[in-house]
């Protein structure tokens, strides 16, 4: 199938590793060209370098901090310098400390929010004017599966990034009849050093072997496993491409099943 993602341009955020480094190269390898964004300058040109020398879609990055306020900014102009505008939104940002609700500091929510949710907005509403006149733009947030069947151990996360599912269907419905979807894309247990450090911090907080941690949360999955970087990626892929274009205001789980609701 072709995705028709050839010459488009897409800002994903924080895409130095894990999620959002996948999905930036399954863009390129699709022709996007794509700009990366994260903390660490060293990384971003490095993993910018090997995608560009794949041959597919170029790859630029702007180093930029979502803890700061002028991160929306920063990726704007970085838009502007390298691509003029951007074509498609990838919305990813870090996640929270695990934990408890009942244990949560209300100062670090209050941080959380602006780079997991403020941030979102902020530069989601940078780009939406070019993709408005374009007639054409995919806006695609990953969330977790925490919003549908809240994670006991990421209170912080399911309690943010629920406030993004309101966010996204309500944008959708604002842009559906001018070419541009909006979609959230939902991951289980999606094997990355994010994963690693989740299992690690699980297995210190019982004193349980991390092997045993990880061999026990995936006998939970009717899959059976942790899912791969390239499955989620691919789907994202498919969501933000040409043939997806009736398909908005959307949740979509790539979860292996571990979602137990219909």
Known sequence: MDLGLKGKRAL????????????????????????????????????????????????????????????????????????????????????????KMVDADLAALSAQFNQMVLRVMEITDRLLPAMRKAGWGRIL?????????PIPTLAMSNTLRAALVGWSKSLSNDLAAEGITVNMLLPGRIHTQRTDELDAAAAKRTGTPVDDVRAASAKTIPAGRYGRVEE????????????????????????????RSV
């Not at 895409?15 to 060209?33: F, N, V, Y």
């Not at 947030?141 to 069947?149: I, P, R």
């Open 232 to 259: 989620f990626a691919k789907t994202a892929a498919f969501l933000v491409s040409e043939p997806a274009s009736y398909i908005t205001g959307s949740l979509v789980r790539c979860d292996g099943g571990s979602i």
């Open 12 to 99: 994903v955020m924080s895409s130095s590793r894990g999620l959002g480094l996948g999905i930036a190269q399954t863009l390129a390898e699709e022709g996007a060209d794509v700009l990366l964004t994260g903390r660490s300058a060293d990384r971003l040109a490095q993993e910018a370098e090997a995608i560009t020398a794949k041959g597919g879609g170029r790859a630029e990055w702007v180093a930029c901090d979502l803890a700061q306020e002028d991160a929306a900014d920063k990726m704007a102009q970085a838009v502007e310098t390298n691509f003029g505008a951007a074509d498609i939104l990838v919305a990813n940002t870090g996640g929270p400390p695990p934990g």
């Open 141 to 149: 947030t990953v969330g977790s599966s925490g919003v549908v069947q």
